[in-house]
């Protein structure tokens, strides 16, 4: 070709390179990603270029996480942002639309490619399963997405691996809380970590530190009891032997503290009602458990589903910034309860349409919506961007906490679950774990002319509901939402029953037939024999499992049929002892009264019926406390750290105290407290600290362990102050006729402070009275702030 003709063609061709790179300049402007254009900057790969190399500064663990979540979310678009903020549940991805887990590849794909959802949550089923069923899920997350950010997936293993069959099925925690022992509560996180990690559930919503102080609450027992300090005290146990156990390498867990806050107290009772609490009330009594968690470095928080003083919670700015974020400095992720933002639409009537709710939840500080069953809220999320009332700034602030809680969980490193150790999930080591935990934890209420132990040559005739039934030990959340079927349960857990019948000789144990309850049937009269022919009659009662709304009730008494059964035993002039299976406490004060001894069992889990059966026996010397006011009666339920005016007008006393007190529990020997001393009797100012010791002895015959319970009185104070509070909690295991010294701090800005209504600390000069067994001293305060 001619030197000209080549020059013009050179010319012709830039010219429409320059028209060409024009054009791309243009389009990009108005094509653009919302959030570049927000921004002004593009993100640093497009969506179709290929980022899954390994040398990415996102993917190099060598980088601070700070640095990785910058690159990472410096490429991500907006879809991908906000399906970050968003979880489903199992059974939209599975073949049967159950919690069954097969994987639906179609469903699942689409999920994840079409609409970037970055966590789901829940499922049921072997662990075999579990692995492949969450590796498929990560497969598609790591290899076909463009940036392969993995999956975290929810459960709620809130009594253990409670959703796998092979796992050891743990006390749930208003039954652990009876041991007073957060040794107990540190071990059933170390045991959920183990048999949950390798599973691919890194994220678990556990634990409630909801106050457990309202007993027609039908969540009571996912409580660790009604008072702050101890559920505090057990929720940052679970929580560190939890996140912290190193025995999951390389896997990582991330617990998450439910349900923020003031859910527990309904005002009538029932689940995800309104509540109407004080702010000062909640400052003093209901947001303790969660900073003690927030301490213990819990990585995640869940949102309360009902409302308080008027406000959907998840509607809340109030709560979830002013006061979760900036007074309580919680820097963790923040996920909705299951479905929540719809519900301020549907059940609070507090938005006109999801739209609105959503960005009223987003505006209060919600991170991740538990939207579950649909993707609405991806759609809302990018419509309410691009009409800029959400900017692209508030999205990179809960982006920046998921993928903070991902990186820190090592699960761009280790994404996948794992067969190599399944033969831990259900270990005899693990079970002994629990079966120490039944053990500390199952109470002893009563035991009058000391009908408990057994005598071993004793006719026992065991009955009622649950004395030969797994389901009710283990409750709700086991293998299915309100717990599975008997014949779901794990194969090799013992009844009561059947442990009993180990510890008693050949044939001096019958089983009533649990038709019995059905009086006036054949089974009901039979049973009536059988009372006569036994020495000792132990009966099951209480209430049959139950979760969340499915446990509202208008009456907690003794339902009529097993009333007439424990009736028709204490009858018979035999000793009769009652053992409490249930969630709550059931009202039974005029029978319990009459029998000889009173068990509080709750749910105490797979080992629950060996541990029963030891403590009958005897092998087992019972050491719980109540950690919960068992109510006389229905109509007026009170919580032990009530105000002094409570009490002003009630006589006789014992018509209003509780049935069973918080703290009430025997032993089968006798601790007796002596010399309480202080260090000084004056405190001079906040800065100064008091040293109080008590000596606890075993003065009974038989070893035992004693849950040694500190208890703070502010005799006056501006704002009314409790009765008493615990303060400090310490477990001694003593010999007969061994003694020890038991010591606690008195540390005033710690102890003897109390929040006003903008949680400002108050700290008061006055006097103190510790309370400590049978001790009580008082002490002075000089100088408040
Ligand atoms: C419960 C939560 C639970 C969530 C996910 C909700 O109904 O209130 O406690 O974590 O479901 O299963």
Not at 97 to 108: C, M, P, Q, S, V
Not at 375 to 395: G, P, Q
Not at 428 to 455: D, G, H, M, T
Request: proline share 5%.
């Amino acid at each position: 070709m001619p030197t000209f003709i080549k020059l013009k063609s050179a010319i012709g061709n830039l010219k429409i390179s320059l028209l060409l790179m024009s054009l791309t300049l243009l389009l990009n402007t108005f094509f653009q990603p919302a959030e570049v254009q927000a921004q002004g900057r593009k993100p640093k790969s497009r969506p179709t270029e290929n980022t899954n190399s390994a040398e990415l500064p996102y993917k190099n663990a060598k980088l601070s996480i700070n640095n990785r979540i910058e690159d990472l979310l410096g490429r991500m678009t907006l879809d991908e942002k906000i399906g970050e903020m968003t979880q489903l549940c199992a059974s939209s991805i599975t073949l049967d639309g159950t919690k069954k887990l097969d994987l639906n590849l179609e469903k699942i794909r689409s999920y994840i490619l079409q609409y970037h959802v970055g966590s789901f949550l829940s499922g049921t089923g072997k662990a075999e399963r579990w692995v492949d069923f969450i590796t498929g899920i990560q497969k598609i997350a790591m290899t076909e997405t463009r940036l392969g950010i993995p999956i975290i997936f929810g459960m709620d293993n809130v009594h253990g691996s409670n959703y796998t069959d092979e796992a050891i099925m743990l006390p749930h925690n208003l039954t652990l809380s009876c041991s007073f022992n957060p040794v107990l509560a540190a071990e059933a996180g170390r045991v959920t970590a183990i048999e949950s990690a390798d599973l691919g559930h890194h994220w678990n919503f556990a634990p409630v530190l909801d106050i457990g102080k309202n007993p027609y609450w039908p969540r009571l027992y996912e409580t660790f009891g009604e008072d702050p300090y101890l559920c505090g005290l057990m929720g940052a146990s679970f929580t560190k032997a939890f996140q912290e156990c190193k025995e999951v390498a390389p896997y990582k867990m991330a617990a998450c503290a439910k349900h923020f806050i003031g859910y527990s107290d309904p005002k009538y009772g029932w689940d995800r009602a309104p509540s109407e609490i004080p702010d000062q009330t909640i400052h003093e009594f209901f947001a303790p458990p969660f900073q003690a968690a927030f301490k213990a470095g819990i990585k995640t928080l869940m949102v309360n589903s009902g409302e308080l003083n008027g406000e959907p919670v998840h509607g809340s700015r109030k709560i979830l910034t002013d006061l979760l974020r900036n007074k309580m400095k919680f820097e963790g992720v923040v996920l909705t309860d299951i479905k929540d933002i719809m519900k301020m639409v549907e059940m609070h009537g507090a938005a006109h349409n999801e739209e609105e709710a959503t960005l009223r939840a987003i505006n209060a500080g919600i991170d991740m919506s538990m939207a579950c069953s649909d993707v609405n809220f991806i759609a809302i999320m990018k419509k309410l961007v691009s009409e800029k009332k959400i900017t692209v700034a508030r999205i990179d602030t809960s982006v920046r906490r998921i993928l903070k809680l991902k990186f820190e969980l090592g699960l761009f490193e280790n994404p996948y679950p794992s067969k190599a150790r399944l033969n831990k999930i259900g270990s005899e080591e693990n079970y002994q774990v629990a079966l120490e935990a039944a053990r500390e934890s199952i109470v002893l209420l009563q035991n009058k002319n000391s009908a408990l132990p057994l005598k071993t040559q004793s006719k026992v005739l065991l009955g009622g509901f649950a004395a030969n039934s797994k389901r009710n030990l283990n409750g709700a959340w086991t293998l299915e939402w309100l717990g599975a079927p008997e014949d779901r349960q794990p194969a090799q857990m013992k009844t009561l029953f059947s442990a009993l019948k180990e510890k008693l000789s050949e044939g001096s144990l019958t089983l009533a037939d649990s038709a019995a309850e059905n009086i006036g049937s054949p089974a009901y009269e039979a049973f009536k024999q059988q009372c006569q022919k036994a020495d000792h009659i132990v009966l099951t009662i209480g209430e049959i499992p139950y979760s969340e709304f499915k446990g509202n009730a208008v009456d907690i008494n003794l339902n009529p049929n097993q009333r007439k059964l424990v009736e028709t035993a204490l009858e018979s002039g035999k000793p009769v002892t009652l053992i409490v299976i249930s969630g709550r406490p059931v009202l039974f004060t005029d029978l319990a009264r009459k029998a000889s001894a009173v068990l509080f069992a709750g749910h105490p889990g797979q080992a629950g019926g060996e541990a029963l059966a030891e403590i009958l026996v005897g092998e087992t010397n019972p050491s719980a406390k109540l950690s919960f006011s068992w109510p006389v009666a229905s109509g007026h339920t009170v919580p032990y750290y009530t105000k002094k005016s409570e009490y002003h007008h009630r006589k006789p006393w014992e018509d209003f105290l509780p049935l069973y007190s918080f703290g009430q529990g025997e032993s089968y020997t006798q601790f007796t407290y002596s010399n309480l001393s202080f260090s000084d009797t004056v405190l001079a100012n906040h800065k100064t600290k008091l040293r109080a010791k008590v000596t606890v002895t075993n003065t009974g015959k038989v070893a035992g362990k004693e849950a040694v319970l500190w208890f703070l009185t502010d005799e006056v104070g501006t704002l009314t102050r409790p009765v008493k509070i615990l303060k400090s909690v310490d477990k001694v295991y003593l010999k007969p006729n061994e003694k020890t010294t038991v010591e606690f701090l008195i540390d005033p800005l710690q102890h003897l402070s109390f929040p006003d209504a903008e949680a400002n600390k108050l700290l008061e000069a006055g006097f103190f009275k510790v309370q400590v067994g049978t001790e009580t001293k008082r002490f002075r305060l000089a100088k408040g702030l």
